[in-house]
């Protein structure tokens, strides 16, 4: 899109050119009486006019309306004659013979001044040439600026192709042919061919020759413009006007009905003559509005700039019979293609082809200036089979091509390319579709850019809340999904979390919170905060749920939050489960088995100061498989909460363990997207290698160091630990039980544990001072050496928050 400025000139020098392309192919066919009408549509492709019309002089002078294509004349208070010895604009246009180009005002003065009829257009009379003498050429604009001099330029060239029939005088004889008809307007007597009864669906025998006895047999929706064709008061001249009837079966039938009303005495209407056809090749079973209506629904509740594009798709493909259509969003200088139907890179032009990346192409604009310029002006562009364009253009239209730029809020939001391979005639009904379905569209995908953009923001923001990767675990996989809400824009509060454990222990964690807001997301900040505090300083599950809950009490918050907390040691394969107003685990068990755990539970968090929570115990072998989750997978309008977790059992049960991110795809499949939802699973494997382990409790005697190296080296002999590794771990031990007996008060323990090749020694003690390295040590400093000896023996080291106070830890490589 960057030349796209600097293309429009060039664009609108070409207009002229084309439109005398186009004209010149229409003037040089055969004669049709659908050619006049197809000389007119140019006007409406060429200009950007809404409406252009013929008026031709009859006998007595006045000027009638013989042809139109656009909206309908009435919008703009238009008349279907005007008197040649008047003061309209289409006389004084026809005595001069010079062109009247009219502001809003002046426009709006010369036309009738209906409640209905619109002001705000310009309008342009010009002089033209019928069988029987000078005709006009009335065109209407709704541009704020009227018709430029390329528009100008290209509605004289319309006005020279016209060749209009001179207006009919009435039939010789009044015997109708099959699908011909004559009303009386004084006596409401018609005269029919046995065509037209056919297609009302009644038989010669049971017609009685009145019109009102057809107009029972229409859709009673369309009465009101059948009776304005017969009111008294209309002018003489041509009627046109679609209409339905209704069948025994099935939908209505469209039937189109063409006439002239013919004068009688004192030049008053005597007789409505034409014929009545078949209309339902052009319509179908559903009306142009209504298909709008549909759009505006769909497009209502599209949420993505994607559900926008198929919305559009779905709504004109079918009814216009197009080939293929491109909807394309606006970047800056870009088209990105948001929807290709079909969308196989063989069914569109080499020129695309070229630009194909990943799903869609680039559309290569650059390539297409005539687009460039449509989008420029803002207005839907049609061009019909034969048009001289570019071959990226035409190639996407070679039967004719339609390009509706998309406005919304002052800017074009993109563009939709709808294109035909066999030749296709574009009818007024069409251009209203494509019309009213741009603007639609435009602001829908404006509507829908920018949730996508808050969308963005709003995942962003949740995923910064939960954890951004999983640790990895000792004899088990642990997998995570989150599917934020598309029902809306705000914030979630379900989450998860894993949490490692010292003693190869993990506690699961997941939870919601209620609501959707802002403050929901940031409460469920502060509970994922602050039950990983409580697990990691060692507390039961039962005591960590509850200081939870104690802590939500204290936050006098008015949301409440549910959440199950699983603690699961990975040498035992025991667990113990807490609920706190949450959904159970489901376990799948190596035989194929799931069991929905019956765990007790008690109320949400937030709800009751001093609740108890009871703690379920659980059994794992290798292979088990738990999962978690919030009610946004398992609750629905259509099943209770019972019948949704059957169902995610079943899922659960038919899912392959081995692949756990398929499984949790594949859970989420048909998640409902009004509420968010939260996933963990948890494959347990059993550890291959069980970690060796025993503890000593400290006694405060004067020889405590000494007996805790006596029963250090007395655990590492049983456990066949080298010599030179059990001189550093007796170091270290002496060194971390003397600081706990001097530096803190209470009991104080002392745990070994072999893990495979590293050696971790533990020391914990009552208070949750940290022990602080001194950063420099005079020459006649008896202590503060300790932790700086531990630090250069160890391979790693550090402290640990426990219950009540900490734990000092040092591994120690045996390899070393």
């Not at 005002?105 to 002089?127: I, K, M, N, Q, Y």
């Not at 339905?244 to 009303?261: A, D, N, T």
């Not at 060692?538 to 199950?564: I, Q, S, Y």
């Not at 893990?755 to 009552?766: C, E, H, K, M, Q």
Request: proline share 7%.
């Amino acid at each position: 899109m960057a030349n796209v400025v600097s293309e429009g000139a060039a664009g609108r020098r070409t207009r002229t050119l084309r439109a005398e392309n186009a004209l010149t192919r229409l003037t040089d066919s055969p004669e049709s009486p659908e050619r006049l009408r197809r000389v007119l549509e140019q006007a409406l492709v060429f200009t950007g006019a809404t409406l252009a019309a013929v008026y031709t002089p009859g006998a007595d002078g006045d000027l009638s309306l013989v042809e139109s294509a656009g909206v309908p004349r009435t919008v703009y208070g238009l008349r279907d004659s005007y008197p040649g010895s008047g003061g309209s604009p289409p006389a004084d246009a026809h005595r001069s013979g010079r062109p009247v180009f009219l502001g809003p005002e002046e426009a709006a003065a010369g036309t009738e001044s209906g409640g209905a009829a619109r002001r705000d257009f310009h309008l342009a009379v010009l002089p033209a040439h019928g069988d029987d003498g000078q005709a006009c050429l009335v065109a209407v604009s709704e541009d704020p600026h009227g018709f430029d001099d390329d528009d100008r330029k290209c509605l004289e060239l319309i006005a020279g192709a016209i060749v209009c029939p001179a207006p009919q005088a009435a039939p010789e004889s009044t015997e109708p042919s099959s699908h011909a008809f004559s009303l009386a307007m004084d006596t409401g007597r018609v005269e029919v061919g046995d065509g037209i009864l056919e297609l009302f669906g009644t038989s010669r025998a049971d017609f009685d020759g009145k019109v009102e006895t057809l107009l029972g047999l229409t859709v009673p929706e369309d009465l009101p413009s059948l009776m304005s064709l017969f009111e008294a008061g209309h002018t003489v001249g041509d009627r046109e006007l679609e209409f339905r009837v209704l069948q025994p079966s099935g939908p209505p039938r469209w039937l189109r009905l063409r006439g002239r009303m013919l004068a009688g005495a004192e030049g008053l209407p005597a007789r409505l003559v034409g014929t009545v056809a078949d209309a339902s090749t052009l319509r179908s079973d559903v009306t142009d509005v209504a298909r709008v209506q549909r759009l505006a629904a769909a497009l209502a509740m599209a949420g993505t700039v994607r559900d926008v594009s198929q919305a559009v798709v779905s709504a004109l493909r079918a009814p216009l019979r197009a080939d293929r259509i491109a909807l394309a969003e606006l970047e800056n200088d870009r088209l990105v293609v948001t929807v290709l139907d079909p969308p196989a890179p063989e069914a569109w032009p080499e020129l695309w082809r070229l630009e194909w990346r990943s799903e869609w192409p680039e559309a290569p604009v650059r390539a297409m200036p005539t687009l460039a310029t449509a989008l420029r002006e803002g207005r839907a562009q049609i061009w019909p089979a034969g048009t001289v364009l570019e071959p990226a253009l035409a190639d996407v239209g070679p039967g004719g091509l339609a390009v509706l730029p998309l406005p919304a809020a002052g800017r074009m939001a993109g563009a939709c390319l709808i294109g035909w391979d066999t030749p296709h005639h574009f009818d007024p009904d069409e251009r209203a579709l494509l019309t009213a379905s741009a603007g639609l569209a435009g602001q829908a995908l404006m509507r829908a850019h920018a949730l996508d953009a808050e969308h963005e923001l709003v995942g962003m923001l949740q995923r910064q809340l939960l954890p951004r990767r999983l640790p990895r675990l000792p004899g088990a996989v642990a997998v995570a999904r989150y599917l934020p809400s598309t029902a809306g824009l705000e914030l979630g509060g379900d989450w998860y979390d894993v949490i490692p454990l010292p003693d190869n222990r993990v506690a699961l964690v997941i939870g919601d919170v209620q609501g959707h807001s802002a403050a929901a997301a940031t409460l469920m900040g502060q509970m994922r905060t602050a039950l990983r505090a409580y697990a990691v300083e060692g507390h039961p599950p039962d005591v960590v749920v509850a200081h939870a809950n104690r802590l939500l009490m204290d936050l006098e918050t008015d949301l409440f939050v549910t959440c199950t907390y699983v603690d699961l040691d990975l040498e035992e394969g025991t667990a113990w489960c807490v609920r706190a107003g949450h959904l159970p685990p489901v376990l799948r068990h190596p035989d194929g088995t799931t069991e929905i755990a019956e765990a007790d539970g008690g109320p949400p968090l937030g709800v009751v100061a001093q609740a108890d929570f009871p703690m379920t115990p659980l059994r794992l072998r290798p292979g088990t498989l738990v999962a978690l989750t919030t009610d946004g997978l398992v609750e629905s309008t259509e099943a209770d909460i019972d019948t949704g977790m059957d169902r995610f059992a079943r899922g659960v049960a038919a899912a392959d363990p081995a692949h756990l991110g398929l499984v949790a795809d594949v859970l989420l499949g048909g998640a409902r997207r009004s509420d968010d939802v939260a996933l963990l699973l948890l494959r347990y494997d059993g550890m291959a290698t069980h970690p060796l382990r025993e503890s000593w409790t400290v006694w405060r005697v004067p020889e405590a160091a000494r007996h805790a190296r006596r029963f250090t080296r007395r655990t590492l002999r049983a456990w066949g630990v080298p010599e030179d590794a059990m001189d550093t771990a007796l170091l270290v031990v002496s060194e971390l039980v003397t600081n706990a007996l001097v530096h803190t008060g209470g009991q104080v323990r002392l745990d070994l544990t072999l893990i495979g090749r590293r050696l971790r020694v533990s020391v914990a003690d009552a208070s949750p001072r940290t022990p602080a390295k001194p950063t420099s040590i005079g020459w006649e400093a008896t202590g503060g050496r300790g932790i700086l000896l531990v630090e250069a023996v160890s391979a790693a080291w550090g402290s640990v928050p426990v219950s009540g106070g900490k734990q000092v830890w040092s591994e120690i490589a045996l390899d070393a």
